[in-house]
């Protein structure tokens, strides 16, 4: 039987300007730029297969081995919008764009535990399917109308996501600013505090935050672009100590955003408060900033530093939280390593 498909690989990546809030629900158009650094690592990815064949009856999707309903908007909205692109482009037959199509995807980290599963895992699709389809340009905008970060994970190194002005989103789209072979120290450890589902799923939090945080408005219209400026520079120059206090200030005003909503928030626990004091007291300590810490919607810690202060940051961290490293081998650009945190 005629079938045709594509496997591809995506990792993860780690905001370190966060989006939060969207002036559009459904083509989700955020309220602000954000800027993160994708993972180059085998650790923390979405391996997705797409498939079409005239023989299959229906639109199939299987996630982590168990099937799933494809009756999801975001889901929905991302194959029509390649099917639309590739009948433009011309590539495929009336009748192979009619064929179904099977999703067959799997994550090797935590699905929805504040570790961006879903970025990875529509950036894994969408691409997947850009190449089933064989459709050209770029496919950030695709892939945001599945989760927004996810349009990020399309490229690597360092990535920012422009909002944009059109209201049909046109231009909310990721580029690149540097690949990762900009600046190979760079390094990312994520300690696993907790690998739960996280309780408030960003889409509703950020709805809520846009509904009654007055922060959240100071934050997008005056603090967000001051730092997509300053922190781009940063990582044009490498320097590590203004890209390190920006990233760790961020996070901290993002968490304060989710505090100011109301009802609040909570998505850091007393384990990330103690892992953000460590990286300050090791920072003290130093005389130097050696790394920074970052938080998205959970518990879980994610360290920017540089390849030489790897060990002594793992030391301290072992030292201090009694942790499970799993993997003491490091890749070169924004590897990464997992330590579960007790
Ligand atoms: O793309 P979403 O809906 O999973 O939202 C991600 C939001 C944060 O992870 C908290 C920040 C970010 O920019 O990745």
Request: net charge neutral.
């Amino acid at each position: 039987m005629a079938v045709k498909s594509v496997t591809c690989v995506a990792p993860v990546n780690i905001a370190v300007i966060k989006y939060w809030g969207k002036t559009d629900e459904k083509l989700i158009i955020p309220l602000n730029d954000s800027l993160s650094g994708t993972l180059h690592t085998d650790h923390m990815c979405a391996k997705t297969t797409v498939a079409i064949s005239s023989k299959f009856s229906k639109d199939r999707m299987w996630l982590n081995g168990t099937e799933e309903s494809l009756d999801n908007p975001r889901l929905l909205a991302c194959i029509s919008e390649v099917k639309d692109r590739a009948r433009s482009a011309g590539k495929l037959t009336e009748e192979e764009l009619q064929w179904n199509v099977h999703i067959c995807s799997e994550n090797n980290f935590p699905t929805a535990a504040g570790l961006a599963s879903s970025a990875a895992g529509y950036a894994c699709l969408v691409y997947a399917l850009a190449m089933l389809y064989k459709i050209d340009g770029d496919v950030s905008v695709i892939a945001r109308r599945g989760s927004g970060s996810a349009c990020r994970s399309i490229y690597g190194g360092f990535v920012q996501w422009i909002a944009g002005t059109n209201p049909n989103g046109t231009d909310s789209i990721a580029q690149q600013i540097v690949p990762a072979s900009h600046w190979p120290e760079m390094r990312v450890l994520i300690l696993v505090v907790s690998d739960s589902r996280k309780k408030t799923s960003s889409t509703s939090g950020m709805q809520r935050s846009c509904e009654n945080s007055e922060l959240l408005k100071h934050r997008v219209a005056k603090c967000v672009p001051e730092r997509m400026s300053e922190i781009t520079k940063a990582i044009l120059k490498k320097d590590f100590e203004t890209f390190a206090k920006i990233t760790m200030q961020d996070s901290n005003q993002f968490h304060a955003v989710c505090l100011d909503t109301y009802p609040p928030c909570v998505y850091m626990n007393d384990v990330s408060h103690g892992i953000a004091n460590l990286i300050h007291t090791i920072n003290k300590f130093a005389g130097r900033t050696v790394a920074a810490y970052t938080y998205d919607a959970g518990p879980n810690a994610c360290l920017y530093l540089l390849e030489k202060d790897v060990p002594g940051v793992l030391a301290a961290v072992n030292h201090v939280f009694h942790t499970d490293t799993k993997k003491e081998e490091y890749y070169r650009g924004l590897s990464v390593d997992l330590v579960d945190v007790p």
